[in-house]
């Protein structure tokens, strides 16, 4: 009796597991296939990871369902009644829309000075995903022509912040805040925006950034809006599926041997024939043998897989066209801080959604006591209104640095900077229409008593958060990340080996759950027609 094709998907995420599910549960594959799911980590998920802090649920991981019309995350959420919940989660009222900005110093800034650099923030950014025209930006647009070769978002944003100065030359006469000149205040402002904006792409400069690709990423349309289950929910259904045994956790890849087009001597054929062409070796020293496997592991992954000083992941090594895409793609760390308030006595603390603004240069007066890697988050809010939990973002190098402190380290830090921002200011701040800026005074220390912090970038199974276009990269980078091995249709003893899946083998939706979860039905699919299992 000929084997069973097997199939061994490696990563229990959501790529992995919504491959897993469509292979299984296809009309007539059920009994076709020897399935497994592999999963070097104690846990499904992958890097969606509900948890719990402090009594409200939280997540580690994948926080958002980006626009709910035509989402199959959010499909499956209302399918499985995972969108109530009797317990209290994470941006259970959604976006905060009216956050108090304060800058170094302790002023509240009013906004007569935020919501002009808000609003250009804004359509730079639709300007760049090409969702506006250049005139709804500034009046003289002519800067947005490019003097051609690669343009990075940092570089775009930073001449649409000079045009807009250069179309105010008015600026130098609106007077002084405090120890603020009214520019740097702005230059500021607009520092923090750019910081937000890099913890929604994973990257840590923006200038790392390509502009061109950011037409290409699509978005889904209707509100945004997270899982009152928790998005760990949706991985549970679709595990659900998937009989005992499938699943297999703590089986963490050491290497995948493989067999490329000629790779093999004819005079071994009759024992090749003989054998499945995919064999993965296991940490543990055993090993399983595949006719197909779906790698769905983080570029992150891949990036230390394919570099010859971290020990190569893939035997043979993986062709140059392909090595050079996952070189190239950008791959970043985004991290979250989550404390909790000190209560006084029983009464539930109030505390703003603050944006925070700090000082660029070393040689303004700041604030001695707020280290680097504090200056670069932009925000401190309650998860949900009223919350005693506040939540707080970090990209790049501050977001690595975060890993390696102490939670006593953290609460000194983030309390003794909270509470000079909040203190009552030594100089009233004037906006341009006179008014005075005022300080959100609490009049005492504020002071967190517990932190949690997610560690994605030194967690060996993902390396990091997600995947983004870098500068040299292009989009077509993540269709070549999705390309099976063996990549000639014909002349191959054993096709499609090696597949891959994840978010950033999907080329519109990178960086998202719904990327990862379309790439997982993508792969399935593609074996499903290889063996003629197509569903009408």
């Given at each position: 009796?000929?084997?069973?094709?097997?199939i061994?998907?490696?990563?229990?995420?959501?790529?992995?597991l919504?491959?897993?599910n469509?292979?299984?549960?296809?009309?007539?594959?059920?009994?076709?296939f020897?399935?497994?799911?592999?999963?070097?980590?104690?846990r499904?998920?992958?890097?969606?990871?509900?948890?719990?802090?402090c009594?409200?649920?939280?997540?580690?991981g994948?926080?958002?369902?980006?626009?709910?019309?035509?989402?199959?995350?959010?499909?499956?959420?209302?399918?499985?009644?995972?969108?109530?919940?009797?317990?209290?989660?994470?941006?259970?009222?959604?976006?905060c829309?009216?956050?108090?900005?304060?800058?170094?110093?302790?002023?509240?800034?009013?906004?007569?000075?935020?919501?002009?650099?808000?609003?250009?923030?804004?359509?730079?950014?639709?300007?760049?995903?090409?969702?506006?025209?250049?005139?709804?930006?500034?009046?003289?647009?002519?800067?947005?022509?490019?003097?051609?070769?690669?343009?990075?978002?940092?570089?775009?944003?930073?001449?649409?912040?000079?045009?807009?100065?250069?179309?105010?030359?008015?600026?130098?006469?609106?007077?002084?805040?405090?120890?603020?000149?009214?520019?740097?205040?702005?230059?500021?402002?607009?520092?923090?925006?750019?910081?937000?904006?890099?913890?929604?792409?994973?990257?840590?400069?923006?200038?790392?950034?390509?502009?061109?690709?950011?037409?290409?990423?699509r978005?889904?349309?209707?509100?945004?809006?997270?899982?009152?289950?928790?998005?760990?929910?949706?991985?549970?259904?679709?595990?659900?599926?998937?009989?005992?045994?499938?699943?297999?956790?703590?089986?963490?890849?050491?290497?995948?041997?493989?067999?490329?087009?000629?790779?093999?001597?004819?005079?071994?054929?009759?024992?090749?024939?003989?054998?499945?062409?995919?064999?993965?070796?296991?940490?543990d020293?055993?090993?399983?043998?595949?006719?197909h496997v779906i790698?769905?592991?983080?570029?992150?992954?891949?990036?230390?897989?394919?570099?010859?000083?971290?020990?190569?992941?893939?035997?043979p090594?993986?062709?140059?066209?392909?090595?050079?895409?996952?070189?190239r793609?950008g791959?970043?760390?985004?991290?979250?801080?989550?404390?909790?308030?000190?209560?006084?006595?029983?009464?539930?603390?109030?505390?703003?959604?603050?944006?925070?603004?700090?000082h660029?240069?070393?040689?303004?007066?700041?604030?001695?006591?707020i280290p680097?890697w504090?200056?670069?988050?932009?925000?401190?809010?309650?998860?949900?209104?009223?919350?005693?939990?506040?939540?707080?973002?970090?990209?790049?190098?501050?977001?690595?640095?975060?890993?390696?402190?102490?939670?006593?380290?953290?609460?000194?830090?983030?309390?003794?900077?909270?509470?000079?921002?909040?203190?009552?200011?030594?100089?009233e701040?004037?906006?341009?229409?006179?008014?005075?800026?005022?300080?959100?005074?609490?009049?005492?220390?504020?002071?967190?008593?517990?932190?949690?912090?997610?560690?994605?970038?030194?967690?060996?199974?993902?390396?990091?958060?997600?995947?983004?276009?870098?500068?040299?990269?292009?989009?077509?980078?993540?269709?070549?990340?999705?390309?099976p091995l063996?990549?000639?249709?014909?002349?191959?003893?054993?096709?499609?080996?090696?597949?891959?899946?994840?978010?950033?083998?999907?080329?519109?939706?990178?960086?998202?759950?719904?990327?990862?979860?379309f790439?997982?039905?993508?792969?399935?699919?593609?074996?499903?027609?290889?063996?003629?299992?197509?569903?009408?």
């Amino acid at each position: 009796m000929a084997k069973k094709p097997r199939i061994v998907v490696i990563g229990a995420g959501m790529a992995g597991l919504t491959a897993a599910n469509k292979l299984y549960t296809s009309t007539g594959s059920k009994d076709m296939f020897e399935l497994f799911v592999v999963e070097g980590g104690d846990r499904i998920g992958g890097r969606i990871n509900t948890s719990e802090f402090c009594g409200d649920r939280i997540e580690m991981g994948a926080t958002w369902i980006h626009g709910i019309g035509g989402s199959p995350v959010h499909q499956i959420a209302e399918k499985i009644n995972a969108l109530e919940s009797d317990q209290p989660w994470e941006c259970m009222d959604g976006f905060c829309d009216e956050p108090t900005t304060v800058a170094e110093g302790g002023f509240e800034l009013n906004a007569s000075i935020v919501d002009p650099i808000s609003t250009l923030f804004k359509n730079l950014m639709e300007f760049a995903q090409r969702n506006v025209n250049e005139e709804s930006i500034v009046a003289d647009a002519t800067w947005c022509s490019r003097n051609g070769g690669n343009e990075s978002v940092g570089a775009f944003l930073r001449r649409g912040l000079d045009a807009y100065w250069d179309s105010r030359k008015d600026f130098e006469e609106l007077g002084s805040y405090g120890e603020w000149s009214r520019k740097l205040l702005e230059e500021s402002v607009f520092a923090m925006l750019e910081n937000t904006q890099r913890t929604y792409t994973s990257t840590g400069d923006l200038f790392d950034l390509d502009f061109e690709a950011e037409s290409e990423y699509r978005m889904f349309p209707g509100e945004e809006i997270t899982i009152s289950q928790g998005y760990l929910s949706i991985i549970k259904y679709l595990s659900s599926a998937l009989p005992p045994g499938v699943v297999q956790l703590d089986r963490k890849v050491d290497r995948i041997e493989w067999q490329p087009q000629d790779h093999h001597c004819r005079r071994h054929q009759r024992q090749v024939d003989d054998l499945r062409p995919v064999k993965i070796h296991f940490f543990d020293g055993s090993f399983m043998s595949a006719d197909h496997v779906i790698v769905t592991v983080s570029l992150g992954v891949l990036k230390a897989g394919t570099c010859k000083d971290s020990g190569m992941l893939f035997s043979p090594p993986l062709p140059s066209y392909k090595t050079d895409a996952i070189s190239r793609l950008g791959y970043g760390v985004v991290n979250k801080l989550f404390l909790q308030l000190s209560r006084n006595g029983n009464k539930k603390p109030e505390f703003p959604s603050l944006q925070m603004v700090f000082h660029r240069s070393e040689s303004q007066l700041r604030h001695e006591k707020i280290p680097w890697w504090m200056r670069r988050t932009a925000s401190l809010s309650p998860i949900y209104s009223n919350s005693s939990v506040l939540l707080s973002w970090f990209a790049g190098k501050e977001a690595l640095e975060l890993e390696t402190l102490s939670d006593e380290e953290i609460i000194n830090v983030v309390s003794t900077m909270v509470s000079s921002l909040l203190a009552k200011p030594h100089k009233e701040m004037k906006s341009e229409n006179g008014s005075n800026g005022s300080c959100n005074g609490t009049g005492s220390e504020v002071r967190f008593v517990k932190v949690l912090k997610t560690k994605w970038g030194s967690d060996p199974l993902f390396l990091g958060s997600y995947s983004y276009v870098a500068v040299g990269s292009t989009g077509a980078d993540f269709d070549t990340m999705a390309e099976p091995l063996p990549n000639s249709p014909t002349g191959v003893h054993h096709p499609l080996q090696i597949l891959f899946a994840g978010e950033a083998t999907h080329r519109t939706h990178y960086s998202t759950t719904h990327g990862a979860y379309f790439s997982g039905l993508r792969e399935a699919n593609r074996l499903l027609q290889h063996y003629h299992r197509v569903e009408a």
